[in-house]
C-alpha cells in the first residue's frame, strides 16, 4: 500500500467543469480535478481518452470551450501558457534543432528578460540536476534520445514554476531507458516537491510514479484514486480491464445471498469487500489473485498455452469454454490438456452490476 | 568472365567500369545531352561569328574568327524603337522587378503558410481553399481586371505596380509550399515556443524561420526563374522604359526592319537566359534536397 504522504490541504491546481468540443464532437465533457500542492497526478487513459488534451488545456496551448482552470488559486483560463506558472515537457522532446543544448534551456528565460547571471545560475542549477553539463554547448542533433529527453526536463526546470506538465515524456525511448528516466522522474520530483502532472497510456508508468491516478475514457474520467486504490477497488468494469496486465478476468454469474453461481459452479463471497446485492451479476478476478493445484476441491479448468517469462508465468486456461487467465510465481511447465483446480480470492475479487457496470 | 572468380580481392570494393549495361546507360544519356545541348551549342558559336560568316549558312561550324562584337551590341548597342541603348536596360529594369518581388512574395507567403499551419484561425480552411483556386485560374483571365485594378491605384505603368502583381500572383504556390512543409514540422516544437512565452513573430522569427532554410531556397528558384522570364505580365503591365528584359529581347529579335542579326540576336538571348541559368547552377543542390525535404514530409 501507498501512503498519500502528500496530499496537503492546500490546492495547487484545480480544474472545475471543464469541457472542449471541436465542432460536434465532445472531447471533454466535464472534467473535474483538484490537486494538492506536491502531488504527482498521472492522467492514463488509451489513445483518444482526451488525456494529453486535458493537458494542453492546463498549459493553454489549447482555449476550452466551458469551464475554469485554477493554478495556485489564480484563474488561468484565459491567460497565455508562459503566465501560468507551468512547465512542460513533450513526447518529441520539442528541442529547437537550431539552438545549443544552452541555447535551448535559456530560450524562455531570455523571452521573459531575465538578467543574464540569473540565467546562468539557473542553466548550471538544472544541468547539475539532470547531469547534462558535459553537453550543454552541443546541438540537440548529437544528443541521444535519453539526453535529448533530459534537455527538455532541464527546460521546464530552468522556469522555476510550480507546476510541470509532462505529455508522454518517455514514450518515444527505448525500454531499458524508460525504466531507468522513470526513476529519475520520481527522484526529480522527490527532490523538488513541484506538482507534476504527467500523461501517460502506460500502466506501469502510472502505477510506479502517480500519487494519484486518474484514468480517462472519451473524455470522462472514470476514476481518480491512489494507484493502490484503483488496483484493488475499481469503480467500473473498464477500470478494471485496464489496469493489470494480463487483464482480469471476469465471469458473468448470479448471486443469492452471500454466494456468486455460474454455470455447475459455486463461489462463497465471504470476505467481500463490498456491498452484495441478488441477482444477476459480473465477477472480475486478476490473474495474480487465483490460486490453483492439480486436484483437490476447486473449479476445474484445462491448460491451453503457458508463457513463461523466468520469475513468473502466465498460464492461459479454457474454463467452461471461456479464457482465463492465471499468474503464478511457478515456473513448472504444465502441458497443454492438463486439467488444474483453481481457488479464486474473493477478499481481493470485484463484482460488477451487468447493466451499470459498477462495482458492487 | 570466368576467371574472375580467381582473383584475390584487394584494395578497395571493385568497380567495373565498362559492361554493356553501363554503355547503354552512358550512352543514352549522353546522346540525350547532346541533343538538348545542340541548340545552345549553335547560339553560343552563332553569337561568336561576324555577320557575313554567318549568312554563309554553316551553323554547325565554329566560327572561323572569333568575335565578341555582337556581344557588346545586344547588350548596350541594339536598337528597340528608336532606343538603341541595347539590352542593358531591360537587365536592370528586370534586377529592379525581381529582386523585390521576390523578397517581398516570400515574406509574405512564409507569414501566410505560417499562420495557416500553425495558429488555426476561424475560416482558415476557407482562405486557404480560396488562395488554391487562385492559384488554379489561368492568369489570362484575370489581366483584364488587373489592368483596371492598377489603373486605380495608380500604379499602372510603373515598376512597382509590376512587383505588386507578380507577388499577388506568386502568393497561392508559395503559400501551399510554405503551409505544407510549416505543417510537417513537429506541432509540439511550436507548442514548447508558446510554452517558453513566444508570440505570432517571435515563433516565426526565431523558430520557424531559421527551419525553413531549404524551402526558402527552393522559393527563390521558382519566382527568381518565374518573375525573370515571365514576359506576359511585363509587357501588359508596364510601359516600354520599364520593359524587362525578355520583353526588350522579343522587341530586338523580332525587328521587322533592316538586316536581321543572328549573332547578335543570339548573344542578347544567351544574356537574357543566363540568370536563371546561373541560379540553377548555384543553387541546384540545395533545390533538389529542397524539393525533396518538402515531398518526404509533406
Redesign the interface.
Known amino acids: 500500500m501507498k501512503d498519500n504522504k502528500l496530499v496537503t490541504t492546500e490546492t495547487s491546481l484545480a480544474i472545475k467543469g471543464l469541457q472542449l468540443s471541436f465542432g460536434a464532437i465532445q472531447v471533454l465533457k466535464d472534467v473535474n480535478i483538484e490537486i494538492g500542492q506536491g502531488e504527482f497526478i498521472v492522467l492514463l487513459g488509451g489513445s483518444g481518452s482526451g488525456k494529453s488534451t486535458i493537458l ?1 488545456c492546463i ?3 489549447l482555449d476550452i470551450t466551458d469551464g475554469q482552470i485554477f493554478i495556485n488559486g489564480k484563474n488561468v483560463t484565459w491567460k ?3 503566465d501560468r506558472g ?3 515537457v ?9 539552438m545549443s543544448v544552452r541555447g535551448n534551456l535559456a ?2 528565460l531570455k ?2 528578460r531575465m538578467p543574464k547571471d540569473e540565467i546562468a545560475r539557473r542553466i548550471k542549477r538544472a544541468a547539475e540536476i539532470l547531469q547534462i553539463e558535459d553537453y550543454l554547448d552541443r546541438k540537440p542533433a548529437a544528443l541521444s534520445g535519453g539526453q535529448r529527453q533530459r534537455v527538455a526536463i532541464g ?1 521546464a526546470l530552468v522556469r522555476d514554476v510550480d507546476v510541470f506538465l509532462f ?1 508522454e515524456p518517455l514514450s518515444n525511448l527505448d525500454a531499458k531507458l524508460r525504466a531507468e528516466l522513470r526513476v529519475e522522474i520520481k527522484r526529480l520530483h522527490d527532490r523538488l516537491g513541484n506538482t507534476m502532472v504527467y500523461v501517460t497510456h502506460d500502466q506501469i508508468e502510472a502505477m510506479t510514479l502517480a500519487d494519484r491516478i486518474a484514468l480517462l475514457r472519451h473524455g470522462v474520467i472514470q476514476q481518480f484514486a491512489s494507484p493502490a486504490e484503483i488496483y484493488s477497488k475499481p469503480v467500473n468494469i473498464y477500470v478494471a480491464g485496464f489496469i493489470g496486465s494480463p487483464s482480469m478476468n471476469f465471469i458473468n454469474g448470479q448471486i443469492t445471498g452471500r454466494e456468486f453461481a455460474f454455470n455447475a459452479h459455486k463461489v462463497n463471497l465471504a470476505g467481500y469487500d463490498g456491498h452484495l446485492r441478488d441477482g444477476p451479476a459480473i465477477l472480475g478476478v486478476r490473474p495474480e489473485h487465483t490460486g490453483f493445484r492439480t486436484d483437490g476441491p476447486g473449479i476445474d479448468a484445462t491448460v491451453e498455452m503457458q508463457e513463461h517469462m523466468g520469475a513468473e508465468s502466465v498460464l492461459h486456461l479454457r474454463l467452461d469454454g471461456q479464457r482465463f487467465t492465471l499468474r503464478t510465481p511457478d515456473d513448472t511447465h504444465y502441458p497443454e490438456g492438463t486439467r488444474l483446480r483453481l481457488t479464486l480470492d474473493i477478499s481481493r475479487a470485484s463484482l460488477f452490476d451487468p447493466q451499470s457496470e459498477l462495482r458492487l | 568472365m570466368a576467371d574472375i572468380a580467381f582473383v584475390i580481392p584487394r584494395g578497395a570494393k571493385p568497380r567495373r567500369r565498362i559492361s554493356s549495361r553501363n554503355v547503354i546507360i552512358y550512352g543514352t544519356l549522353i546522346v540525350v545531352a547532346l541533343y538538348y545541348l545542340l541548340p545552345l551549342y549553335v547560339m553560343v558559336v552563332t553569337s561568336l561569328k561576324g555577320l557575313p560568316e554567318v549568312r554563309m549558312g554553316n551553323i554547325f561550324s565554329p566560327p572561323v574568327e572569333i568575335t565578341f562584337e555582337p556581344w557588346v551590341k545586344a547588350w548596350s548597342q541594339a536598337c528597340t524603337g528608336l532606343n538603341c541603348d541595347g539590352l542593358k536596360r531591360g537587365f536592370w529594369n528586370s534586377v529592379r522587378i525581381t529582386v523585390p518581388s521576390v523578397f517581398i512574395s516570400i515574406l509574405i507567403a512564409s507569414i501566410n503558410g505560417y499562420a495557416l499551419a500553425n495558429w488555426k484561425f476561424k475560416g482558415a480552411e476557407f482562405f486557404f481553399a480560396v488562395l488554391m483556386i487562385g492559384a488554379f485560374i489561368p492568369y489570362q483571365v484575370m489581366i483584364y481586371p488587373t489592368v483596371i485594378l492598377l489603373r486605380e491605384l495608380g500604379l499602372y505603368g510603373s515598376l512597382t505596380g509590376l512587383v505588386l502583381v507578380h507577388t499577388i500572383f506568386g502568393m497561392p504556390i508559395l503559400t501551399l509550399l510554405f503551409r505544407n512543409y510549416f505543417a510537417a514540422l ?1 506541432d ?2 511550436f ?8 508570440g505570432f513573430w ?1 515563433i516565426y522569427f526565431r ?1 520557424m524561420l ?2 525553413s532554410v531549404p524551402i526558402c531556397v527552393v522559393a527563390v528558384i521558382l519566382q527568381v526563374t518565374g518573375i525573370w522570364n515571365d514576359f506576359l505580365f511585363g509587357v501588359v503591365f508596364t510601359k516600354p522604359e520599364y520593359y524587362p528584359m525578355t520583353v526588350q529581347l522579343n522587341n530586338i529579335v523580332n525587328t521587322t526592319t533592316g538586316v536581321k542579326e543572328y549573332n547578335v540576336n543570339m548573344a542578347a538571348t544567351i544574356l537574357t537566359g543566363i540568370v536563371p541559368l546561373v541560379i540553377y547552377f548555384v543553387s541546384g543542390r540545395l533545390f533538389v534536397r529542397g524539393i525533396a525535404a518538402g515531398a518526404v514530409k509533406g
Not at chain 1, 90 to 98: K, M, V, W
Request: net charge neutral; no cysteine; glycine share 12%.
Open positions: 494542453n498549459a493553454g496551448l497565455e501558457p508562459k507551468i512547465g512542460m513533450f513526447q518529441s522532446y520539442a528541442l529547437y534543432p537550431q530560450f524562455g523571452n521573459a527546460r505529455d | 513537429p509540439e516544437l507548442k514548447a515556443a508558446r510554452v517558453d512565452g513566444t517571435g523558430i531559421p527551419l
